[in-house]
């Protein structure tokens, strides 16, 4: 595709409730990253996926967050329980390489925790 | 540990003025080093990037930026500013092999007529 497409592209949801999040990378590229931008704040790694390997997952904040990819193809991330402090900009970006590889941000999912 | 600073929060500047955003940074080795941009409702892209070799490199949109080791920066730079710049710009760096960029927290950047 053109670019990294996510959706919804807003999400306004009851704390308490589960959140589906999805990420479409663009085509070819092995590398998928979710990232996390809070209101004011820098992004924050969430967790990483490189082809068929098994994904980093060291920047997920809690057990409530997990994702999963297929191949090189959709990401989702899920949001158990959403929390207030969930609220936040989810952004997903993807590359062609690991690390140095530049990443093609997506417009972000914007998620409001009431 | 990598960290990324962008001491200035918000700048102002006049169209037509330069404009200097600064990045220090926090890292062993030699980093591999960034510049995004985010436009209001957009995602972040890419400005310019720094691996190695020539430590002035040159953007899109008439930026560029100075990898100063001695000083751990990677200041962004702009001679002349339009009213389109106006965005938040982030620093972010990365090292061989790692999964993961290491972003600051921004600088907002609003122009003035």
């Known amino acids: 595709g053109a670019g990294v497409s996510q959706s919804p592209s807003n999400k306004v949801t009851e704390k308490g409730k589960d959140v589906e999040l999805r990420c479409d990378p663009i085509s070819g590229h092995t590398a998928l990253y979710w990232y996390r931008q809070r209101l004011g704040q820098g992004l924050e790694f969430l967790i990483y996926?490189?082809?068929?390997?098994?994904?980093?997952k060291s920047g997920l904040p809690s057990d409530r967050f997990s994702a999963e990819r297929t191949g090189e193809s959709v990401s989702t991330l899920t949001i158990q329980r959403t929390q207030q402090e969930d609220s936040a900009v989810y952004l997903c970006?993807?590359?062609?390489?690991?690390?140095?590889?530049?990443?093609?941000f997506g417009p972000g999912t914007r998620l409001l925790v009431l | 540990a990598q960290s990324v600073t962008q001491p200035d929060i918000h700048i102002t500047v006049s169209e037509g003025a330069s404009l200097e955003l600064r990045c220090n940074y926090s890292?062993?080795?030699?980093?591999?080093l960034f510049w995004y941009v985010q436009s209001p409702g957009q995602g972040l892209q890419l400005l310019l990037k720094?691996?190695?070799?020539?430590?002035l490199v040159q953007g899109i949109k008439g930026f560029e930026a100075e990898f100063k080791r001695s000083q751990s920066s990677f200041n962004l730079r702009k001679p002349s500013v339009h009213w389109s710049d106006a965005a938040e710009y982030f620093c972010?760096?990365?090292?061989?092999?790692?999964?993961?960029?290491?972003f600051g927290t921004g600088t907002r950047l609003t122009v003035i007529p």
């Open positions: 890292y062993g080795a030699t980093p591999y």
């Open positions: 972010a760096v990365g090292s061989p092999g790692a999964n993961n960029l290491f």
């Open positions: 996926f490189q082809g068929n390997s098994a994904p980093d």
């Open positions: 720094y691996f190695s070799g020539d430590t």
């Open positions: 970006a993807s590359s062609l390489e690991r690390g140095t590889g530049t990443q093609y």
